[in-house]
């Protein structure tokens, strides 16, 4: 009995869905009516006797309203969007007509908002009229379109210079404010080529630092060339490494611990002459 009363009121809800969806399209919201009354214990029980074939028609018809009210869904939404493009049309052309028939006002409404430097302002009321084709209109546009992205682009460019001092030197951040200066001001050389000094820079530090390993901080060629001239090379034990930079070299001195002609452990270091390729030019143990 329980049973029936959920089949029942599982029936109403999807009677109250196939009703919504007649809204969107009558022939699949009607199609959807008769699959909810079809799908009512009473009904049910009426028309298939076999409890299996009645389960199996079930099935099939649920599916086939969901499939429908999907149909449905799609077919309201081109519908909602092809009526939302001609309420645009419509209204496009009426502001069309609006413009023919006072232009003479509404181009010194531009004019006078353009002495003003309200380009923002001039280029939505442009816009709003831009489906007459006088050629007027659209050249007056064309001017506050253009002054517009200037008037946008100054107010970036003093934007991004203010903020030039708060960026580190020669970091990443630096470069891209420079390559978009460049980009928005193309006639100062300026912008490009701090970006191209920056880059150079940032490209020579990370092949620097692509030769020591992230997690010890050792150099890959000068800890195996150490390894290669110790008494144990499986007793390597890597402490510490710090480098200095001297313009087409580094000097990278290495501390380590390892065992030694007695077997004993102890800390050693080691300085080597490492050139920007990685290559070990020289290595002496202290």
């Known amino acids: 009995m329980f049973k029936k009363v959920l089949w029942y009121l599982f029936a109403a809800f999807l009677l109250l869905m196939a009703i919504g969806a007649a809204t969107m399209s009558l022939p699949i919201g009607a199609a959807l009516i008769v699959i909810a009354l079809l799908l009512t214990p009473f009904i049910r029980e009426k028309l298939f006797k076999s409890a299996a074939y009645s389960n199996g028609v079930t099935w099939t018809l649920i599916i086939a309203f969901v499939?429908?009210?999907t149909i449905a869904g799609d077919i309201s939404s081109k519908a909602k969007e092809a009526d939302a493009l001609a309420r645009k049309e419509q209204s496009r052309k009426a502001n069309?007509?609006?413009?023919?028939?006072?232009?003479?006002e509404v181009m010194a409404k531009l004019k006078g908002l353009v002495s003003e430097k309200k380009f923002g302002e001039a280029k939505g009321i442009a816009e709003k009229y831009s489906g007459s084709a006088d050629e007027d209109l659209h050249a007056l546009q064309a001017e506050i379109l253009?002054?517009?992205?200037?008037?946008?682009?100054?107010a970036e460019i003093y934007k991004l210079t203010g903020q030039l001092?708060?960026?580190?030197?020669?970091?990443?951040?630096?470069m891209n404010n420079y390559i978009r200066l460049a980009e928005l001001d193309p006639g100062n050389s300026k912008w490009q080529s701090e970006a191209d000094?920056?880059?150079k820079k940032l490209n020579r530090q990370k092949v620097i630092e692509e030769q020591f390993s992230p997690w010890d901080g050792s150099h890959y060629t000068v800890s195996r060339l150490i390894q290669k001239n110790m008494n144990d090379p499986d007793s390597y034990d890597h402490v510490k490494t710090v480098y200095y930079d001297k313009g087409d070299h580094l000097i990278v001195n290495t501390t380590f611990r390892g065992k030694n002609a007695f077997n004993a452990t102890i800390v050693n270091a080691a300085t080597a002459t490492v050139d920007l390729d990685g290559n070990v030019l020289a290595l002496n143990f202290d």
């Open 197 to 199: 000094r920056i880059g």
């Open 165 to 174: 001092a708060s960026h580190p030197a020669n970091s990443e951040a630096l």
């Open 146 to 154: 253009k002054k517009h992205q200037r008037q946008k682009n100054e």
């Open 67 to 69: 499939g429908g009210t």
């Open 96 to 104: 069309a007509v609006f413009f023919e028939a006072n232009k003479p």
